[in-house]
Structure formats: structure tokens, C-alpha cells
């Protein structure tokens, strides 16, 4: 499956912005070649586009969307790969790519959508979206990481599902490794509390189903 | 105002703190021995650590256990990918190649007949979010194609409204909403649909968000940092990167190259870090609000010591130069507003004899005899200062409080009356009303043998209801006076009023467009139009960005859908 990648690439360090860690936009150290580029991308393609549409699915929650992006994806790499310093490092700058494309996505739907008044009270219910987002999403972990904010909620799911080191979630953050340590400190913080509402809110279903039951066991007696 | 990001620290919470971080980090990678040996120490001693420790493991391999969930791609995607590698590669090739050959020719021809279809449908979906907010709406795209105003469509066409998203993460989405047009509440039937544009997403965690304002050309925000990195009562000025695609744009056309991307795709994302912030003012805290210039090369606010041990002095700052020059030692000195080129600010000052005072008339910081904080009375007055040459004009009348003048120097509205402290540091409205009166400025006229600055003292109440807290603005043209009040000082939420003004006789006319609408501190008058932030509903109802929009004595409105932490940012 996942593989941790155990390089730890120093070329990082020594081109990270004060308070970023940007493989993308850095001194570019080799010409654009199309065929090399075609190559070098048709690679990562083949290494990496299991684990690049699995992350986007699970940030997004939509396969058909997830799959448009993964191939955005690998399109930006394409155009972008005379900016990779360090072969070794793709793997994570592939991931801040993906990473750059999915907060683009759901910041786009998080964008206000203007509506007309109709005349009724000003606000209104939950967005249809939103339902629909929900009623998705299976069980309380899958709910309780839809809750938190989407930066935590990609730090978890780069962390402790596809088992990104400290440096190169930092990497695909587009953050210091300090920066990305503190985020993921939160992130837990965050889905600790989300679960707990969400084993609340089960425990109080289920209570209200036993309920249900029972009145109408005795009803029907 | 309390945000959800903002954190306060004491040392005891910052061990606990210490080992929350550790006891995460120590999933992601090993610890050194001596944070190791800390950790291993306060959790003997620390039962809610040592049960967060765990519950971060437990939930570790909760997470752990989604791996196991097949995520299979579809099959196609590589089929996809190669096409849409094939666009990119066409658009990168130079237009003059070495073969010299067009490019369209270059392309098979399937790919050729594609990329046309594509071209009119990333004409119409895509490009719209690729033009930059640029300032008052320049680079802005028309309405989008779903958009079919009705006949009763008002058309307002106004500038952008800056607002942001704030995230619980300290995440600000900086967005840009442009009304073109509204419907009367009577027509709802008639749907406009204004057009957004993203702008940056910045990391603003710790900021006092009631202080964070763009700029006029939208290159910049200025705001206080409460808590974080040691950056604690600071003021600071953060670029704003505009939106542009990495490569160069291309203007799309008759035999232009193709988009590189497929529909629903997006070019590549701004990388580009902005240059770091500016420190214009430590060890303060913003008192009011923070307003740029109209040209946006001056920057004014009022802020006191951070420790609270005095009252607010009037800062300015001018773009380009390295910090904020405070311009008051008063520490009563309050920033109102900007009039052209100049300052308005009011002081207080406490008459002699009542307590709070220093002996010479200027309300006193000084605790009494006793040690405790004296109650006062206080009394307004208010004057202009021109941040280029230095000089301050005094408003002739006494107890005007944080007057603003409309835009055409006819009008000005001000709390009329009193003001009273409890500690004679912080202070708050007293007796008196909000009222809107004329403006005169003959100090230009040279005929003028006494010069007169100030209100022409022919006062209307703007509002009738109790007032602890008020902003006040006019529109460009000055006949429209948009009002914030709150029964409650220091408040975020309190009601929105917009009142239009009879030019000829400077009446407030009697139909109001606006009449205590719920809204946030924070609203925007331009051009035609006023927007606020509705606030959030004791069950859980978000807040909505709302626009008044109007041509002439014609009023629409339209709203947004409900989200979380909007923000008006100018």
C-alpha cells in the first residue's frame, strides 16, 4: 500500500520561504523540455495517481469531481516540473499540487452565492449542498472530519492516511514544518471534539429509537 | 469579540499546551530525548493530558482504518490525463516554432475540434474566475450566463464589495462580490446574479478581526495581532497577492491558443508568497476603527497602550514610510473618520473640579486617592487634522463626538452630548442623541472674516432608539447616510439604518430604506449600494452578505446564502 517515503530532502530547509514551504515558484534549475516533461509526468501518472485521486476523493467526497481534479493535477505538474528541484521530492510536490487544487475547489464553493430576497425573512435554512453533502458521508469519522476546517482536515487525512512525514506534509502544505506540526496539533484537537458530538448525537438517536420502540411494543400489545 | 480562533495563554495552559503539541507531534515523528522525557513527565502528572494523549492515539488509528476502504479511480483517468496533456503540451509549445509551423496545424485534428468546443465552454464557465479583482472592480467579468434580469431589474453597477471567510484555522478567503443589478422585494421573480472573484487566502491567526480593512486598491490589509508568535499588540500591514495565473494570461479569440485545461479545471494556483508584513505600531491595541485614505496612501486609527493603562492617542501612517506616527499625548484622542485628505478625531475632555481630571481640563488616567477607579463625565469636542502639513483645526462647537462629514462637505452627523467613563480611561456614550446636520467650511473662502468649521448647528435625530455605540457613513454622493447602532457597547451586532437626506433643505426624508435592519459593525456604503453582514441566529442560522442596492429613489435588495464568519473588509 502507502509507503512512507524515508528521504528527508535538505533542499527543502534551504529554499523554504520565512514561513513557507513552496516547491512550486522556486529558482528554476532546469529548462522545460515537452518530451522530458511528458515522460517525467507519465511517471508520476503511473506511481502516484492511486494515491492522488484517493486523497482528493477523500478531501472533496465526490469521485466524478475528484477524478477532474486528479488529472488537473497531474496537467499543473506537467507544466510546472522544470520547477522541481529534486526528483525525490515529487512525490510531495505532486501532493501540494493536488493540496493547492483541492482548497482552490472548496474554496470556490465556500464563496458566497448570491441570491434574490424574495420578500421572506432575511437567512435562510442549511444549503441544499450541505444536506446532500451529509446524508453522503457515512459514519461519525467520515461526518466528524467533514466538520473540521479543510487545512486540518487535509493535514489528518496527508498525516495518517497517506502517511506523509512531518517535512513533506509541510511540503505539500505549502507551509514551515513548524507551521505544519501546529496545524495537525489542531486538527486532532478538532476531530476529537467532532467525534465526541458525533457519538453524542448517535448515542441520542439511538436512545430516541429505543423509545420509539418501546411505545410502540406497548402500543401493539 | 470573540472569535473562535483566538487563543489566550497563561502558563499553566501553556504545559498543557506544550504537551498537546508533543503528544502530537510524537505520532508524525520521534521526539528528542529531552521533549520525550518532558512528555513522559507531565502525563504522569497530568490526567486531562494523559487522556488527550490518548484519545489522539485512539483516533490516530481510527483515521488508520480508512486506509482499508478501496478508493479505485475510474478507468479512464489516464484516457483523460493524456488528452488533456496534450492540450497543455500544445499550449506550451512557443507560437513560432523552430518548423515554424502554426500551431493549430500542429495539433491532430480531433484534439484540434476539441479544444474549439472547449474554447466556448471554458469561455463561459472558467474565465470569469481568472480576472483579478482589480481595483473598483476593474478586471471584473459581466454577468454569467444563467443571468436573465427581468424588466424590473434595477441596475446599480457598482464597485466590488471586499468581504472574507474567516476559518476557524485563522484562514481568511478573501472574496469580491460585484452587484450589477437588483430586484425590488416586489419583483422577486427577477433574478440577478452578481458575479464573485476570488481574491487571496491569507493565514491571519491570532488577528483582532474587527481590525483587519483592505485597502482601496485592494493590495493591502492592516490589522492588529492579538495573539500568536510574539506578535501580541501589533499593528501590521500584509500585502495582498492579486489572483494571476502563474504563466502568462491569454486573451481568448478567433484563432487564439486553446485553454490548456479541461472544463471544471483551473490554472495553476498563485504561488507566489507575498513580501512580508509591515509593523507600523507595537504594544497597542486599536481602539475604533482603522480607515485608509481614499487614495489609500494614508492609513489612521486611534490605539491605547496594550496594557490598558492609558487611553488611545490618533496614529497616522503614510504609505512607504517605516512605522505609524502618533500625533496626539492627549490619550483621549479618538479617530473618527476621514474627510479628503484630512482627519476628523475627537477628544474628551473632563470639566475642572469633577473627578478624572489632571487640573488642566484633560480627562485624567490616573486612579484616585483610594486606588480605585473614579466615575467622570466627559465632554466632546472634535477636530480636523491634515496629515501632510501637521495642522489641526478645531470644530468651533463644543460637544460634537466623532463626527463624519459626507463626501461633499454639505452634511455631517455626530453624537450630540456627553460622555461618561467609570475609570476614566475607556468611555462611553452619555447623554445626548445621533444627529445629522449641515456642514460649513468657510475657512477656503477668503471673503470669510471669521472662519467657521463645523456643524452649522441646525441638528435632526437620526435615531430615536437608545445608543451606546454608532458608525456612521455617507455615500459618494452625500445624500444617503448609512447608520450602525447598538443599544450595547462594544457589541458586533446592532442595526442598520440607511436614511436618505433632502438635498435642498437637508431633511431626513420620512420613508427609510433601511430601518434597523440586524447587521455586524462592519457594512459598506459605495455607489449605489450598501452591504452588510447579517448576523448569526440563536439556532444556528448563519450569517448572510446583504446588499441594498439603488438607482435614484429605486431600492433592491438581494442576499447571499447563509455562511459562516463573513466579514465586510472595506
Known sequence: MLERTATAPAAWAVNRQPGAASLIGRAVNRAWDQDEARVFVEGLFAKHHHEIFAYLVRMLRDGELAADLTQDAFVKAYKNYDTLEKDENARAWLYQIAHRVALDELRRRKIVRMIPWTGEARGAAPSAERLAMDLRLSGPLERALAQIPERQRAALILAEIHDLTGLELAAAMGVSHVAARAILTRARESLRRALAAEKEFERAAEAERDATFAREARGGR | MTLPFRRRHNDAEGTHERARDLSSRRLLESLDAEDEAWLTRHLDACTECRAEDAAFAADRELLRSLRVKPIEPPRDLWAKTAAALDFAAAKRSPPVASDSRPFWRAMPVGTAAAA??????????????????????????????????????????????????????????IFFTEVQKVCPGSSPECVPAPSEQAGSTLDLLGVKASTVTLSPHNDQLVFESESGTGNEGKILIQPVATTQPSQAPETPGVGSTPPST???????????????????????????????????????????????SAGPDLYIYSMGSRAAKVVTTDHQTYFSAWLGSKVLASEIEVPSGDAGTDGNGKA???????????????????????????????????????????????????????????????????????????????????????????PAGHATPIVTSHVEDFVARFDPEGIRLAVWVSDHAGATDGRLHLVVIDPATGAIRADRPLSGEPALRRFSIDANRL???????????ESSLQVLGWSGNTFGEIHSEPSANLLILR
Open chain 2, 262 to 308: 479541461p472544463p471544471g479545471s483551473t490554472e495553476p494556483t498563485p504561488i507566489a508568497t507575498p513580501p512580508g508584513q509591515i509593523e507600523i505600531a507595537s504594544g497597542v491595541t486599536v481602539v475604533g476603527d482603522v480607515a485608509y485614505s481614499a487614495d489609500g496612501q494614508w492609513l489612521a486609527f486611534s490605539a491605547a497602550p496594550k496594557d490598558g
Open chain 2, 364 to 454: 485624567s488616567n490616573a486612579p484616585g486617592a483610594n486606588g480605585q477607579a473614579r466615575p467622570a463625565e466627559g465632554r466632546a469636542s472634535s477636530f480636523l487634522f491634515d496629515p501632510a502639513t501637521g495642522a489641526r483645526t478645531e470644530l468651533g462647537q463644543p460637544d460634537i463626538w466623532m463626527p463624519v462629514v459626507d463626501p461633499t462637505n454639505r452634511f455631517v452627523a455626530y453624537w450630540s452630548g456627553s460622555l461618561r467613563s467609570s475609570d476614566g480611561v475607556t468611555w462611553q456614550l452619555g447623554d445626548g442623541q445621533l444627529v445629522l446636520d449641515g456642514w460649513l467650511d468657510t475657512a477656503a473662502a477668503a471673503s470669510a472674516s471669521a472662519p467657521i468649521t463645523g
Open chain 2, 531 to 541: 452591504a452588510w453582514v447579517s448576523p448569526s441566529g440563536q439556532d444556528g442560522q
Open chain 2, 116 to 173: 474549439a468546443v472547449l474554447l466556448l465552454v471554458v469561455a463561459v464557465t472558467v474565465l470569469p474566475s481568472l480576472n483579478g479583482p482589480g481595483p473598483q472592480g476593474t478586471g471584473q467579468v459581466g454577468v454569467g450566463p444563467s443571468v436573465a434580469p427581468g424588466p424590473t431589474a434595477i441596475t446599480v453597477d457598482t464597485a466590488a464589495i471586499p468581504a472574507a471567510r474567516v476559518g476557524a484555522d485563522g484562514s481568511w478567503d
